[in-house]
């Protein structure tokens, strides 16, 4: 049982939320003086509940389940926005807007240009950095039993910061950089350059790799471990030019003997048709207690769980890049049944040609990802009163069947319903963040970058090895291999906007790959950044909070 995470109840996530509203309400009313010198009694209040080291537990957890929420917040605009309009996905539904017109879509009032703001803002870093100003006060000092044990919390608490100071930059380019609690208004915010943020995150990952555990138990899976921040820290040097630094960041994960690809079946369905890359991402194999010894940083999910899935929601994957198969009916007119193995679909982001067929002709039959086991291309008639049931479904001709509700699925996604509900388009499913494989991809990147084709090719085989593919030559390595090979190995998993921002080449591939004109029409040279949203701007009226060029 994950007593930290998994079972952990919804009350102590609203329990920050609310502490952190207090906050800052007081902030932004607190006018008069002997209110601004009280101090607040209330269990919820800060100085009471970060007192102990179950407190800092409490915020730690908030901030996993708040982390957890860039996949499944109510708004579903985050990490599906992470993929459409990008090379690898468009949007399958016709009525949806999302980046099928870059021009009218992405622009600072919109709210997909606030979303990760006020993620990132109002609640990662006032989280992060509540939990790391408050583990430095002198007079706690007596509730950890040795500076370690300290540093270990502020470790995880800075990680999650780094991440989020990153996922900022790789998005907005210069962003603030908040590394502190605030006690009133704000309103002068500064933009750094994308650089110091960079380095920000930098500091920050460097102290976690150090004091963060290697393992943790069982009961504790889904918490931060010192491979996660070694992965992002490598993502980061590269982003920094510091190649060398990147190549010994992850090769501290890759050669540590603690991580190793999957080469053989294993976990909940090893006896069942498929490959040992669709074990990855069966029901119950994401973490390493099912034998999965690629996993470093995983989301967690429980049915029937308050907490469980983050307000009431499950891994909802399975929604978003699933084909509205109920809309497909037979020839006499039956339609199709919901069921476990195709869930409720709505085919909110949809592959791109580019990534269905493109990226696998050279090794269509030999490399395992393209298999039956790991895209769904073929349909059959499901529903036992169609004269047509279990025979193979017709092509279709409409736009709506081809984008929308007939499509080779990316099977990463399937699983067992959330809560037992076959229509709720969700699944229990933990959801790997980082795993080896792309640690040896970042890896290849940094080599390539440097210069060393040889390495970078032999990083990259390592991952096709696995897959069966046919070994890259040095002479072909480059960027877009690299990105068509994170396509390939970590589709639905990558956010692969943010990874295309931070290499500058999302302009570029999304006119040479989307299959929208619209898209690849109205694409244009600023979009390689998101605008600063308007309503930040709006708020900092004591200085100028600049907006990016072109906006």
Request: net charge neutral; proline share 5%; aromatic share 12%.
């Amino acid at each position: 049982m994950k007593l930290s995470l998994r079972h952990t109840k919804h009350v102590i996530l609203e329990k920050v939320k609310l502490t952190m509203g207090v906050i800052f309400l007081l902030s932004l009313f607190g006018c008069n003086d002997n209110i601004l010198n009280e101090v607040p009694k209330d269990s919820l209040n800060p100085d009471v509940v970060l007192s102990t080291k179950s407190g800092f537990e409490n915020y730690l957890v908030a901030l996993h389940q708040t982390a957890r929420n860039e996949l499944t917040r109510e708004d579903l605009t985050m990490f599906f926005d992470q993929n459409i309009g990008t090379d690898v996905a468009s949007t399958g539904q016709e009525p949806a807007v999302n980046f099928r017109n870059y021009s009218t879509y992405l622009i600072p009032e919109n709210p997909v240009a606030q979303t990760f703001w006020d993620w990132g803002y109002s609640n990662m870093l006032s989280i992060a950095n509540t939990i790391i100003v408050y583990a430095n006060r002198p007079e706690i000092a007596h509730i950890w039993s040795n500076e370690a044990e300290k540093n270990a919390i502020l470790g995880e608490a800075m990680f999650f910061r780094a991440y989020t100071h990153n996922l900022l930059a790789n998005l907005y380019g210069g962003v603030p950089i908040v590394d502190t609690i605030f006690t009133g208004p704000k309103t002068d915010f500064v933009r750094n350059t994308r650089a110091e943020v960079y380095e920000s995150v930098k500091k920050d990952l460097e102290f976690a790799s150090r004091w963060l555990p290697e393992t943790v138990s069982k009961n504790w899976e889904g918490r931060i471990v010192r491979a996660a921040a070694d992965h992002l820290l490598t993502e980061v040097y590269i982003s920094l030019g510091e190649y060398d630094k990147a190549i010994e960041s992850a090769s501290r994960v890759t050669d540590s003997g603690l991580y190793r690809l999957m080469t053989e079946r294993f976990g909940s369905e090893k006896d069942a048709p498929g490959d040992v890359f669709s074990d990855l991402f069966k029901d119950g194999n994401q973490n390493r207690s099912s034998g999965n010894l690629e996993s470093i940083y995983v989301w967690q999910f429980e049915h029937f769980t308050p907490g469980g899935g983050g307000s009431s929601r499950g891994n909802h994957n399975l929604r978003g890049w699933g084909p509205f198969t109920i809309h497909i009916r037979d020839p006499d007119g039956f339609p199709m049944i919901i069921v476990d193995s195709l869930g409720r679909g709505v085919g909110w982001v949809r592959p791109t040609t580019f990534f269905l067929y493109d990226i696998w002709k050279s090794d269509w039959d030999n490399d395992i990802r393209n298999s039956p086991h790991n895209i769904r291309r073929k349909f059959y008639y499901n529903n036992p009163a169609s004269p047509y049931f279990g025979k193979l479904v017709e092509k279709k001709k409409s736009l709506e069947d081809t984008m929308q509700n007939l499509y080779p699925t990316i099977r990463k996604i399937e699983g067992k319903p959330w809560n037992n509900n076959n229509t709720s388009g969700q699944t229990a499913k933990d959801f790997m963040v980082y795993r080896l494989a792309e640690t040896y991809l970042l890896k290849a990147e940094a080599y390539y970058r440097k210069g060393d084709l040889q390495k970078a090719a032999d990083n990259i085989n390592i991952v096709r090895s696995r897959a069966n593919a046919t070994p890259v030559l040095p002479s072909e390595v480059n960027i877009d291999y690299i990105l068509d090979e994170r396509a390939r190995e970590l589709i639905t998993e990558e956010p692969r906007r943010r990874t295309l921002m931070r290499m500058g080449k999302l302009v570029e591939r999304v006119r040479k790959y989307n299959m929208r004109e619209s898209t690849r029409n109205t694409i244009d040279e600023k979009h390689e950044l998101f605008p600063i949203p308007q309503t930040a701007i709006d708020a900092n009226f004591s200085v100028k909070l600049e907006q990016n060029p072109g906006y």
